[in-house]
């Protein structure tokens, strides 16, 4: 019996779920961005004051998205995922937040079509960039995740002979630029704990830890410093 914390902060949400062999007891989700940092442990201790739970005797492992996504919500949510490795001795999970986010798409009843179905996340990275991968209606991961500078090319030639479900933050975005009879828009979809604690299970079944010493998050781009700008009164 695997039961897993698992631990979401790649985007502007913060989640965490409580699970028992795949199956979430319990969850919570913030929708509020640049939240993580003074919501993530609130999250959690509300989660196991709820559930009568304590790391050290009721918790088998830690899961956490490992990006890419946010630099500063991805470091907070792994350094808290390690530190609760360390204090209660379990060992760490880390599921790239493109599975994370593709899940719950991938599992939805999708109509037949002459032409195969792949599904596109778009994570936001500022601008018309995003973070993106393919995958085929098995969760196989066909193309690897990168990012790209989204215009009315770049996802031509995938268009002309699959059906292609566009979902996440960066998909709003991009709306306009892709205008495709074979683009399919799904709305409203976050990377969630929920939905990394069914992935999770499958990683503990397979026993397929990281290094809590050494793991870092998968961030994909170098972290960019802003400045904000003098205010002139």
Not at 31 to 37: G, I
Not at 97 to 102: A, E, R, T, V
Request: glycine share 4%.
């Amino acid at each position: 019996m695997a039961r897993i914390l698992s631990i979401e902060t790649s985007t502007g949400v913060c989640s965490v779920a409580y699970s028992i062999d795949g199956k979430v007891i319990d969850s919570k989700e913030l929708f509020e961005a640049n939240s993580h940092a003074a919501h993530l442990t609130v999250l959690i201790e509300k989660l196991f004051k709820e559930n009568n739970l304590t790391a050290k005797n009721d918790l088998d492992a830690i899961a956490v998205s490992s990006g890419p996504g946010s630099y500063t919500g991805l470091r907070i949510g792994v350094s808290t995922a390690k530190g609760i490795c360390y204090a209660a001795d379990l060992p760490l999970i880390a599921i790239d937040s493109m599975h994370i986010l593709s899940y719950p798409v991938v599992n939805q009843d999708w109509n037949n079509s002459e032409l195969p179905y792949l599904f596109c996340p778009l994570m936001d990275a500022r601008r018309m960039e995003v973070y993106t991968a393919f995958f085929d209606s098995e969760m196989n991961l066909k193309e690897e995740i990168s990012a790209k500078i989204v215009d009315e090319n770049t996802f031509a030639s995938t268009l002309e002979s699959n059906k292609v479900v566009f979902f996440g933050n960066g998909a709003d975005k991009c709306k306009e630029v892709i205008q495709h009879d074979n683009a399919i828009f799904v709305d409203d979809i976050y990377p969630l704990a929920k939905n990394l604690a069914p992935l999770a299970e499958k990683y503990f079944q397979e026993e397929k830890f990281v290094d809590v010493a050494y793991f870092e998050p998968f961030y994909l781009k170098d972290f960019v410093a802003t400045t904000p700008k003098k205010k002139v009164l």
